[in-house]
């Protein structure tokens, strides 16, 4: 079981980013999938989440408005659309999956993608 995240990379602020990750080994067509992230000297954090059908989405409130999460069952992938970029939004971005319909620990995770947004 491997979720690949990628689409990182550097942008200015007021950019935009989408980030992806494809999983594979089984379908996660029944999974929640989640975004997190971790900030220079920060904790991990967690930014979006979405149900399997796509039909619930959970965002941090530092995000709202700005990213959109999604994904395409069809190909076992997530979708992080980053808008309005901003400085504090630099980190190593995380997808993660778990079976749970409102998990509290994630049971897979990804390798991470980096994301830099300068001033």
């Known amino acids: 079981v491997q979720l690949q995240a990628s689409g990182g990379g550097s942008v200015q602020a007021g950019g935009s980013l989408r980030l992806s990750c494809a999983a594979s080994?089984?379908?996660?067509?029944?999974?929640?999938m989640g975004w997190f992230r971790q900030g220079p000297g920060k904790e991990r954090e967690f930014v979006a989440a979405?149900?399997?059908?796509?039909?619930?989405?959970y965002y941090a409130d530092s995000v709202k408005g700005r990213f959109a999460i999604s994904r395409d069952n069809a190909k076992n992938t997530v979708y992080l659309q980053m808008n309005s970029l901003k400085p504090e939004d630099t980190a190593v971005y995380y997808c993660?999956?778990?079976?749970?319909?409102?998990?509290?620990?994630?049971?897979?995770w990804g390798q991470g993608t980096l994301v830099t947004v300068s001033s």
């Open positions: 080994g089984r379908t996660f067509s029944r999974d929640t």
């Open positions: 979405i149900s399997w059908s796509g039909g619930s989405t």
């Open positions: 993660a999956a778990d079976r749970s319909d409102l998990p509290t620990q994630y049971e897979y």
